[in-house]
């Protein structure tokens, strides 16, 4: 008897949770509301400027490697190319309905899912399914803030939009801008629009640290994209050569940090620009308030032909934003890199209930599943520095869980667990973990607990290079072949006769 899986959305997580589920042998439907597979990196949310932070050869799935015509760091384009490749090559094209809303969930006294969704043409479908996974991500609501005046400004032909809505640069021509925050999104669209604007200028309240590509001319990934550079960071326990780095060894590991923090301030000239040097030590980055450094934009900042503002726009009139710092600025748009809501409105009320704790922060187990909630769970609500992997080892670990590859603790244990993980995420980045979904820097710590509960790893050896090496996702296509395997030898027969 065949087991139906519904997905909800099309990006990393849902592609490779499709791909695991139907080697697995689950009749697999995957529903994305965009007319392409893609998520952040669809056309319709595609801003100008959009690349990767990792290199191609860290970010990729495992059976298939990136496409040798990209350059190191691809562009968002880039990597759509690559997703289309991957669904064509996997025969996942049959599996997706493209331009397909999912409006609701619920689940049925069996633990079985009632899915309603929206078709194109306003069709609604409903369809039954026996397991549910989530992998709308994280980054998928735009939070745009509610700017006092905003309604006026609009009304009189402003516009205020996410950067993932300010998707044709042309939009920008001859016109007065404002970028709002200093994250990647800000930083990659205002340095690409800049040049044909009227007048760009970019505000935001606080500044964090911009990696270069290179540093001591030694590519970024052999620094920060390793065993090594995650564990310099402290994660909730430490075993190991990690012990030593924060115990005997931390004036090694703060001077490992402080060369670092020297070299990338001599390198992008802060002192020449003190408005962008960040009030914290490059130490911050734990916090994951980190990004790679934009080519070109400090540049543009420091010949004037990007005004940065270090303040926040207190109220809007037509034509006109009024910040903190007493500027008054001129702006016909104002592009917003400030973040994402982190939500399931489909999800059925009884059940929205049992997903976040008090303070508001998603209770998820190792950040996959629900408590309390049966043949459900999330893929990718997690931030992480190998996007690609981490989803399919997560998709791994949901199929191995589904399927009874291993048994979790009980419930009132997995909840003092996840407690216990959102309280130190918490305190680790000040609050803004995104509503628990913060795991970076620590994605190797995370890819192992999942490998952990399914009893499988990389080899020892593998892991050792790991420590110097940033990590090849290929590497990571036989521990998955090796579970599906033992499942189609031990557990299939049985699971689907259930």
């Known amino acids: 008897m065949s087991k139906k899986t519904c997905i909800i959305g099309a990006g990393f997580s849902g592609i490779s949770t ?13 529903y994305e509301k965009e007319k392409e597979a893609g998520g952040v990196w669809a056309s319709c949310r595609r801003y100008p400027g ?75 479908h409903t369809e039954k399914f026996d397991y549910l996974v989530i992998c709308n991500g994280i980054f998928s609501t735009p939070s745009i803030p509610k700017y006092k005046g905003i309604e006026e400004f609009v009304e009189n032909g402003g516009r205020v939009c996410h950067t993932s809505e300010f998707t044709n640069k042309e939009d920008a021509r001859g016109k007065d801008i404002i970028v709002i925050g200093f994250g990647k999104s800000s930083c990659d669209v205002a340095n690409a629009i800049a040049p044909i604007t009227n007048k760009l200028t970019q505000v935001a309240r606080s500044v964090v ?28 326990t430490l075993s190991g050569f990690a012990k030593f780095l924060h115990g005997p060894g931390v004036g090694v590991r703060n001077f490992l940090l402080n060369r670092v923090e020297g070299f990338v301030g001599r390198k992008l000239k802060l002192k020449k620009l003190p408005k962008l040097q960040p009030e914290k030590s490059f130490e911050a980055i734990a916090t994951s308030n980190i990004s790679l450094y934009t080519d070109g934009h400090f540049d543009k900042i420091r010949s004037g032909e990007i005004n940065f503002e270090k303040s926040e726009i207190i109220k809007l009139e037509p034509k006109k934003a009024y910040l903190k710092n007493g500027q008054v600025i001129d702006t016909d748009i104002i592009i917003c890199g400030t973040g994402w809501q982190q939500v399931v ?29 049966k043949n459900m769970s999330f893929n990718g609500y997690h931030s992480s520095f190998f996007c690609p992997t981490s989803s399919e080892i997560g998709a791994l670990w949901i199929a191995e869980y589904f399927t009874k590859g291993f048994i979790l603790p009980l419930d009132d244990k997995l909840r003092k667990d996840t407690d216990e993980r959102l309280a130190w995420s918490k305190e680790r980045t000040n609050g803004k973990n995104s509503r628990g979904t913060n795991i970076i820097p620590f994605t190797f710590h995370h890819i192992d607990d999942l490998c952990e509960d399914m009893g499988t790893n990389l080899s020892t050896f593998e892991r050792f290079n790991q420590w110097n090496l940033p990590p090849s996702p290929l590497a990571y296509n036989k521990i998955i072949k090796s579970k599906i395997k033992i499942f189609k030898e031990e557990r299939s027969k049985y699971y689907f006769a259930s």
């Open 18 to 30: 499709a791909n695991v589920f139907k080697q697995y042998g689950f009749e697999v439907q995957v």
């Open 209 to 236: 640290w911009k990696l270069p590509k290179y540093v001591f001319g030694v590519n970024f990934k052999y620094l920060f994209l390793t065993r090594m550079g995650e564990n310099l960071m402290k994660y909730k």
């Open 50 to 124: 959009l690349g990767t932070q990792n290199t191609r050869d860290t970010y990729h799935l495992s059976d298939l490697a990136p496409l040798k015509s990209h350059p190191e760091w691809p562009k968002g384009e880039q990597v759509q190319e690559y997703f289309e490749e991957y669904i064509n090559q996997q025969k996942l094209r049959p599996l997706i309905k493209f331009n397909t809303t999912v409006i609701s969930t619920k689940q049925e006294s069996d633990d079985t899912w009632i899915v309603e969704s929206k078709s194109e043409d306003g069709v609604i």
């Open 345 to 373: 409105p489909f999800m059925e009320e009884r059940l929205q209930e049992k997903l976040y704790d008090e303070n508001g922060d998603y209770l998820l187990y190792k950040n996959q599943i629900p408590i309390g909630i």
